[in-house]
């Protein structure tokens, strides 16, 4: 438990489900072109490098205002644990700001083998973030994540739990945090 006595673990469980079950680990993507600017338009970018430290892509100052309560959430690095096979991306990072409700969002980037960026179920919308095409699905309980394509076939995301704000979509956070990615790649 942390200082406010809210329980993370559970949080942070129901996090790496939503985004393991919204990647399809079980069922890598077929066939599909990506869009978006090809290896040569992105400068400084490598096959199989990181595409950018999910830690410093974006800040708390990229989240609205309305879910800013505390000043300077600091975020916290969240790498897959190497025990849990369904933790699907590469690497993570968490930023929350936790009340009696929860509200966290993780950042990830991983590869198109593993996370799926085109809509299967009911619950998926196809979405362009910039140039990049991707999907998002919405689920119960203030749940929302997105995945994108990104150069090489790596897909950045947004996974977001926000029962803390509910007059605040939690969808229109994870666009917002996106589409913010997604410039600061292009930059």
């Known amino acids: 438990m942390d200082t406010l006595g809210v329980r993370r ?28 600017p ?11 490098a990181a595409p950018y ?29 190497p025990q849990a096979p369904d933790e699907v991306y590469a690497d993570g990072c968490a930023f929350d700001n936790m009340g009696e409700k929860p509200f966290m969002a993780l950042v990830i980037w991983g590869s198109i083998t593993k996370i799926r960026v085109d809509p299967k179920g009911p619950e998926d919308k196809p ?15 203030g749940q929302c994540v997105t995945r994108f394509t ?10 977001l739990v926000n029962e803390r704000f509910p007059e605040v979509d939690p969808c229109t956070i994870v666009d917002v945090l996106a589409e ?4 600061r790649l292009a930059s």
């Open 53 to 81: 430290d999910p830690c410093k892509i974006v800040t708390w100052a990229d989240f609205p205002l309305e879910v800013r309560t505390v000043e300077n959430v600091v975020p916290r690095h969240r790498p897959p644990n």
């Open 150 to 159: 990104l150069d090489y076939g790596q897909v950045g995301g947004v996974s």
């Open 38 to 48: 090809t290896p040569t338009t992105t400068p400084g970018r490598v096959p199989g």
């Open 127 to 141: 979405v362009v973030y910039g140039n990049r095409r991707g999907v998002r699905s919405v689920y119960p309980g």
């Open 180 to 183: 913010k990615i997604v410039q």
């Open 9 to 36: 673990t559970p949080l942070i469980a129901a996090l790496l489900v939503i985004a393991t079950v919204a990647a399809g680990c079980a069922q890598p993507v077929r066939g599909e072109a990506l869009a978006g």
